[in-house]
């Protein structure tokens, strides 16, 4: 048996589909924003940027599909000591690997845009303006790294069910607002200095240790969730 | 297969009985080995090596190491004469209380016989 | 193999399970009998890690099972729901990730398994039937190859002909490889001449834990007129009683000595044998 089965098994089935996902995603991006531009004339906004806002919220709920496959590996006994361990570690390597992807995007709509003499203008209160390609992929990285731990601290606690099931709730809000102050969702004080991982590494070790908590002895439920 | 009521090790000895008194299994002939009894007849491989073993015990049958289970000679021969031991007290003996009740009288009994056993008039 | 040390399972004020000690030596195939209720899933999930006691121990091969893979990745526990994957994998995709997250996993076995359940790669396992999803569950435990393997009604919902399938590669596998069964079953007349010992479980207490051919033999019924039964079988354990006008038919357990054996036969009383199922259903506290 290798080493780390269960992050080499996320890696190399969920991962590409997720690619896959996303690719597909921005296509259809593309064809809204050709369409947009035949009806109402040249874009005035990065069409990347808008619909890059639901990003947070996909992956929460990918995040909150975790206890699926935290039951799913122990059904082929695996431990969940092991599932805490390596789904984080997947969850960043996906996540530098779809910001990746992402900040790519955001370079091919911006030689499309000065082609087409567009102006790919970002929205309010992101910590990065257009060009600034370092801090698109940190800011993304750090968006989706926050978005994905908290949303399966949240799916654990909430199949774990006893009491603490809907107060974990209140702490994932509490990341997410703060995950979307650093990547630029909201306006918080902190979220323009231009720093995202300083901010990000403790937001992503918080929900770590409440997903440790939640998922450390969770018996599994009889019916592996849908 | 088996009636599940008597325990089923002692069934498929019986069988494997019935098999060498009957000549379906000459002597020194191999018998199909445990797990291709259990495979067979669906059965947990412990419950046919039980019925091997009381079979070894009884001396029906015995072990060459390595190789299988083999008739033993004169096994027929034994199981023969057992049988026809008990006969009389299994076999007759109920039977004749059997026609008692109904009434049947022995003179009938003994003409169905030498019917059913043609050609032994003595 | 497997043991268990005053092993306890309490689910807010109720207990599942009462103090248990367990010993079930390896390279058997055991089934686990219990009413609806007694607490055979309880007990399984435990074994296999799916739960922590609430008190006492699990020892696989004297290692700790709960969270220890060492022991976690050679237990296999199939439950009901047949559920081994998402509901949105198809086959191909749940085998694939059995194959990686199992050390012993067989794919060429399982490949075959497929085959012989009518199954298909691409088939989705949300969209299977009840008894498709089952059978497919049965070839991720039995391809598992993991040295104790349990399958709680894992038939569930499965045809007659698949169960027979399902038991025919059970054996067949288990004497290619050998290794521990447990199976929990309600089918305790199909399924019981695969066993070589039997545990019931009624109402979270282990009641007996026997050879099959030993409690087959334990139970005997005793037919005659009712003073001379009553008579004949006092002093023993009676498990039921069924008149019928003058004739009395006693269950009793615990088996007849040749002394009383011979006893009958001078009272002219009719001594005969009780299915498996009769004597797990007298033993658990009867029809209600």
């Not at chain 1, 309010?124 to 800011?139: E, H, V």
């Not at chain 2, 000895?13 to 060498?20: F, N, R, S, T």
């Not at chain 3, 199954?119 to 498709?132: E, F, M, N, V, Y």
């Not at chain 3, 040295?147 to 596998?173: I, K, S, V, Y």
């Amino acid at each position: 048996m290798r080493r780390f089965p269960i992050a080499r098994f996320l890696l190399s089935t969920h991962l590409p589909f997720l690619v896959m996902v996303l690719a597909g995603s921005y296509l259809l991006v593309a064809v809204i924003l050709g369409v947009a531009v035949l009806v109402s004339g040249p874009a005035s906004v990065s069409a990347v940027d808008v619909a890059g806002q639901v990003l947070h919220w996909l992956a929460v709920g990918y995040g909150y599909g975790a206890p699926a496959l935290l039951a799913t590996v122990v059904v082929h006994g695996r431990t969940r000591r092991e599932f805490v361990a390596q789904h984080p570690v997947y969850q960043l390597v996906a996540a530098v690997v779809l910001a990746a992807l992402i900040t790519g995007v955001y370079a091919a709509e911006a030689a499309l845009y000065s082609a087409a003499g567009w102006t790919q203008a970002m929205q309010p209160d992101r910590p990065f303006a257009a060009g600034d390609y370092p801090m698109i992929f940190l800011a993304n990285v750090s968006m989706l790294s926050i978005a994905l731990v908290t949303g399966s601290f949240a799916g654990v606690a909430v199949y774990r069910r006893d009491g603490a099931g809907a107060l974990a709730l209140v702490p994932a809000a509490g990341l997410l607002v703060y995950g979307g102050a650093v990547h630029g969702f909201f306006s918080l004080p902190f979220a323009q200095q231009g720093l995202p991982m300083a901010v990000t590494l403790p937001a992503v070790a918080a929900g770590w240790v409440l997903l440790w908590a939640c998922a450390r002895e969770v018996p599994l439920g009889n019916r592996v969730p849908a | 297969m088996f009636d599940d009521r008597s325990p089923i090790y002692r069934q498929i000895a019986d069988q494997i009985k019935d098999d060498v008194l009957r000549g379906v299994l000459a002597a020194d002939e191999q018998v199909m080995s445990t797990n291709q009894y259990a495979a067979y007849y669906r059965i947990n491989p412990a419950t046919a090596a039980k019925a091997f073993q009381q079979l070894v015990d009884e001396g029906v049958i015995y072990k060459r190491r390595g190789v299988g289970m083999f008739v033993t000679a004169g096994a027929q021969a034994r199981l023969r004469d057992g049988r026809r031991e008990r006969f009389f007290a299994e076999v007759l003996e109920p039977m004749a209380a059997e026609a008692r009740a109904l009434g049947i009288a022995a003179a009938d009994i003994v003409a169905r016989i030498h019917q059913l056993i043609p050609g032994d008039s003595r | 193999m497997i043991t268990t040390s005053a092993l306890q399972v309490r689910f807010g004020d109720t207990t599942a399970l009462h103090p248990l000690d367990l010993d079930l030596p390896g390279e058997r195939i055991y089934g686990l009998l219990g009413r609806n209720g007694a607490g055979k899933t309880t007990l399984l999930s435990v074994l296999a890690g799916f739960r922590k006691p609430s008190a006492g121990a699990v020892l696989f091969d004297g290692a700790p099972v709960f969270e220890n893979v060492r022991s976690t990745s050679r237990i296999c526990l199939i439950r009901d729901d047949g559920m081994v994957g998402d509901g949105t994998d198809n086959l191909r995709d749940v085998l694939d990730m059995a194959a990686m997250l199992r050390p012993a996993f067989d794919s060429g076995y399982a490949a075959e398994l497929l085959d012989r359940f009518g199954l298909t790669r691409k088939q989705r396992l949300g969209a299977l039937s009840r008894g498709q999803r089952s059978a497919f569950a049965i070839v991720v435990g039995l391809a598992s190859r993991a040295p104790l393997t349990m399958f709680d009604e894992a038939h569930l919902g499965m045809d007659a002909a698949n169960r027979q399938l399902f038991h025919d590669e059970l054996l067949r596998d288990y004497l290619a490889h050998p290794r521990t069964f447990v199976l929990s079953t309600h089918l305790i007349e199909e399924q019981s001449p695969l066993f070589e010992q039997v545990l019931i479980l009624h109402e979270g207490r282990l009641l007996l834990q026997s050879d099959l051919d030993e409690l087959r033999e334990r139970g005997v019924s005793v037919t005659g007129p009712a003073q001379v039964v009553d008579d004949f079988v006092y002093g023993l354990k009676v498990l039921s009683e069924r008149t019928l006008g003058p004739t009395k038919q006693v269950t009793v357990f615990g088996g007849l000595d040749d002394e009383r054996r011979a006893l009958a036969g001078r009272y002219a009383l009719e001594l005969g044998p009780v299915a498996v199922q009769d004597l797990f259903i007298h033993l658990t506290g009867g029809v209600p």
